[in-house]
Every structure is written in structure tokens, then in C-alpha cells.
């Protein structure tokens, strides 16, 4: 490496929190132009060593040259000076104001004592027109599809005249054609000489953008070489310490001619659900994908009671079942996990056991009125088992849930449903922003349970999983299904596309 086309050099660089030692001694590069890919495992440290970067956290020890000089951030705003910009996964925008409001928040244009608002539109404008996109300052954010909002991120993080721009998970929600969108953008970028870390557990996309990859495994870099010697075998190894087999022993689903633990039938919501056809029987193993904005999520919250529906009818093992909440949902076997594990799911404040324990608390106490408990025993002897069903990591069960890595959280959740004994589980995107070793364990777990007599549908983003792991696939298309069929063929994720953009004639 030509020293003189050094962006940032991190040496040695060490952070604890408590007794923990989070960051053992990290040695990092950068330079001008180049697209790094860096992988790691859920609770590897990726995180903290991007926060430090950014001025968000110190670090305890090490040493940081940007540019060849040091580099000593207090503070987000000391960072963002300096030309680091990170886009967090969970968007950093204000919904109620405009795109350029929120562009130059906390650095407005100021003459004569007024901010110069038409001035910050030209400027988002013209940095919008930069990025390929056609957006309207003036829009309100809310408005935003996420795509959109990630643009606005990126446009802000130019606006600062940044020299590294750091991307984590960023197409965690976006569509096929945002996703393509966001791949132009990075590369662009590059040719500008902008340096990009760009962080995700997609491997493909580490593969067709990264000129070099980096794995972070417990704190300490243990992987570092250029795209065209980095074999996808090897980086999974060195992301999870031991190897994994990404091939899945999918079981053959036998019960075909079984009645239906679950079937719609003409099910709506208006406007977003119309004239849903489902059938789901015992041990069935259901791959539900599509594209954004297909109707996915919608169906599932339909299902599960949490939204009513607005036409057609469900049955629940026959009988006709109007899901009069998600309580009553749960009454009756039936568990939704959401994809937004952490405004929608866990209580990121409170102890692993209490997340666990809390959807069968009624089930677990003893005693009535005043005197009605929750034994300690009981609760414990719950979370332990869930703990050692899910291969939870760390399995302590004080340990606030917002500390756990997002695979482990992901497990906590899948933990609380498990815990109800549920007959069919709901489970919307279960493997988003995962590591490939927790995805691999989320996947036995899933298998495992529908062998075990549990039905599953599934809602997934990516086609790939859906082939991987679905024993039969449904395909959503504007609301409704636009195909359903059993995964005995050789499918391809070209063939599932087909069926996602267009009638298949």
C-alpha cells in the first residue's frame, strides 16, 4: 500500500466497557477511493469501532491519523468537521420537517440573522442532482419512502464534505431498484475518492463492491485481504470461528392432504390487502416474499390479529376465527414476531428472563388477587430452557435485552415466542441484520420446529432465503398473491422476481 494514498490509519485501538473488553488492539486502514467491506459477527465490536470513528464514544487507547495527521474526535459534530460521516441503520432524521431542514440541521445558513432557507434548497438540490436523484428539498420527510431517507442521509454526509463516509446495514430495507440506486451511489463516491466502509452481512453485496474485506471477530481484526483473494467460505469462517455449512437440510413436507391449521380465504384490508387465498396446515414451512410495498408485512399483521381485516374471512382448524387482538391471537396458538425487534418488540431496558417470560407471565403465576405471584423458579427455569433451545449468547438472564448483539436479540424475541408454545408462528423478516453463524442457528431452529409438527410462515426480502429454507414459496404482488407453489424444482431467484414485478403469462 502507497503510504502517500492513506485516508485514515487506526492503531491499536482499544475500548472496554466495565470488565469487558470490547475492542483488543484494532489495526485499520483506509485509503483515498477504495470501498472496504467490513463483516463481523453480531457482538464482534464493528459497531463500537464505527461509533469511535465518528466521535459518538472514546476510545481507552490506540492512536487515529486522518489524513496523516491526528485525529482526536470529542463529539459527532468534531467527527462530522473532520470529514467522518456515518449512516446508522436506524435513519438520524427528523420527520416533521423538511429535506433540507433536516440536510443543514445544526448548521444552518445564516445571513443578516436569518436563516437563508432558499439557499440551503439550491445547495440540497444540487447535491441531490450529484447523487442521481430527483428528490424535492421541500418535501417532508415522513413522506419519504426508506430509499429516499437514506439518500437525504448520504446527501447530508456530502454537505459535509465528507472524505469517509461510513454505511452500516444500508440496504437492510430497501428494494431491488433502491438497492441498485444505492450501489451506483457508493461507487461514484469512490471514483470521487471518497473512502466508504461499508458494513452489512450480505455477502454478495460485500462482493460485487468492496476492494478489500475485513472481518472484526471478539474485538480483534482477524481477516484483511483484497476482493479477488477473499473466498466466501473463508469469510464466513473467520466471521463465526468455526465453519458453517450454508446448505440447509430442508425437510419434505409429507402433509399436503392434511386440513389446514389456517386458511383466508377472499382476505382484505383496504387499500393495501385484497382477495388473499392462504392455507397453512400443521408442520408446513411457508416462505412468504416479495418486494417492498408487496403486501407482506400487512398479511401478516392480518393474520395475527393486529390489524382486522376489512373483507373475507380466516379460519382457525376449521372453525371461523376473527382475531380479536394479538392476546386473542395468542390464546389460540398463534405467535407474531415483527421485523422491528426493537420499537416493536423487545423492551430494550429490562432483563433477558423478563423479555422471554412476559408473553406466558399469566401461565407462570400461582396464586389469585393480592396474593397472585410469579415464581422466581419458575420464570428461571423458563428462560433457561429457551436460552439452551436457541444457543443464546451471553445466556445471562439480568442482562438488559438493548445490550445483546442483534442476532441474540433476534433470539430473545424468538425465545418469547417458543416460550407460548405456539402452534403457528408468524415471523416477519427473522433473519434481518444478522451474522451468518446466528442466521445459520435461526434456520435449525425454524427447521427443527416445523419437524417437530409447528407451522411457519415466514416473510423474507430476499428471494435467496426464501429458496433456501421455504418448503413451499408464496410471492406477493401489490397486495395480494401472485403465486404460490411448492419448492421441489430447481428455482431461481430470477424465476421468484419474475413473479414479484409481473403477471406471468
Known amino acids: ?241 468455526r465453519e458453517i455449512n450454508e446448505q440447509i437440510p430442508r425437510p419434505n413436507f409429507k402433509g399436503t392432504h392434511n386440513p389446514p391449521l389456517l386458511s383466508a380465504l377472499g382476505l382484505g384490508r383496504r387499500p393495501l390487502i385484497h382477495d388473499v387465498d392462504l392455507a397453512i396446515r400443521p408442520g408446513e414451512l411457508i416462505a412468504l416474499t416479495g418486494l417492498v410495498g408487496s403486501g407482506r408485512t400487512e398479511l401478516l399483521r392480518l393474520l395475527s390479529g393486529i390489524d382486522a381485516p376489512t373483507s373475507g374471512q380466516i379460519h382457525w382448524k376449521g372453525k371461523p376465527f376473527p382475531p380479536l387482538g394479538p392476546g386473542c391471537a395468542i390464546e389460540q396458538g398463534i405467535a407474531f414476531l415483527p421485523e422491528d425487534r426493537k420499537d416493536q418488540g423487545l423492551f430494550l431496558n429490562h432483563g433477558a428472563r423478563s423479555n422471554v417470560s412476559i408473553s406466558v407471565l399469566d401461565k407462570l403465576a400461582k396464586g389469585k388477587g393480592l396474593l397472585r405471584r410469579i415464581p422466581a423458579r419458575a420464570e428461571m427455569g423458563l428462560f433457561t430452557e429457551m436460552a439452551g433451545l436457541l444457543g443464546l449468547h451471553p445466556s445471562d438472564p439480568n442482562l438488559p435485552s438493548g445490550r445483546f448483539s442483534g442476532g441474540n436479540q433476534q433470539k430473545l424475541l424468538l425465545g418469547r415466542i417458543f416460550a407460548s408454545r405456539p402452534s403457528l408462528l408468524l415471523l416477519d423478516e427473522p433473519t434481518r441484520g444478522v451474522d451468518a453463524s446466528a442466521r445459520q442457528d435461526i434456520y435449525r431452529i425454524l427447521v427443527e420446529a416445523a419437524a417437530k409438527g409447528a407451522s411457519i410462515l415466514f416473510a423474507t426480502s430476499e428471494f435467496s432465503e426464501a429458496i433456501l429454507l421455504g418448503q413451499r414459496i408464496v410471492v406477493m404482488r401489490h397486495g395480494t398473491i401472485a403465486a404460490d407453489f411448492p419448492n421441489d424444482t430447481d428455482l431461481t431467484t430470477e424465476d421468484l422476481m419474475q413473479h414479484a414485478v409481473s403477471e406471468i403469462r
Request: charged share 20%; proline share 4%; no cysteine.
Open 1 to 241: 500500500m502507497n503510504p502517500s494514498s492513506l485516508l485514515l490509519e487506526l492503531s491499536n485501538i482499544r475500548k472496554s466497557f466495565g470488565s469487558a473488553d470490547v475492542l483488543k488492539g484494532v489495526d485499520f486502514s483506509l485509503r483515498h477511493g477504495e470501498v472496504v467491506g467490513f463483516l463481523g459477527a453480531n457482538g464482534a465490536g464493528k459497531s463500537t469501532l464505527m461509533r469511535i470513528l465518528a466521535g459518538i464514544i472514546p476510545y481507552d487507547s490506540g492512536r487515529m491519523a486522518l489524513q496523516g495527521l491526528p485525529y482526536f474526535p470529542n463529539s459527532p459534530v468534531e467527527g462530522l468537521k473532520a470529514g467522518i460521516a456515518i449512516v446508522h441503520q436506524e435513519f438520524s432524521l427528523v420527520n416533521t420537517l423538511p429535506i433540507a431542514d433536516n440536510i443543514f440541521l445544526g448548521r444552518e445558513i445564516h445571513q443578516w440573522g436569518r436563516i437563508q432557507k432558499a439557499l440551503q434548497y439550491q445547495a440540497t438540490l444540487q447535491t441531490f442532482s450529484r447523487l442521481g436523484s430527483s428528490l424535492d428539498p421541500g418535501r417532508t420527510v415522513s413522506s419519504l419512502r426508506t430509499g429516499e431517507k437514506q439518500i437525504v442521509e448520504i446527501a447530508r454526509a456530502l454537505l459535509h464534505q465528507s472524505k469517509v463516509l461510513i454505511l452500516d446495514e444500508p440496504t437492510a430495507a430497501l428494494s431491488p431498484a433502491e438497492g441498485e440506486n444505492l450501489f451506483r451511489i457508493v461507487k461514484e463516491l469512490s471514483s470521487e475518492g471518497i473512502g466508504v466502509v461499508y458494513i452489512s452481512h450480505r455477502l454478495e453485496e460485500i462482493d460485487r463492491l468492496a476492494d478489500r474485506v475485513v472481518v472484526l471477530r471478539d474485538g480483534k481484526i482477524v481477516f484483511n485481504e483484497p476482493k479477488g483473494v477473499s473466498k466466501r467460505n473463508n469469510i464466513i469462517t473467520a466471521m463465526a470461528g
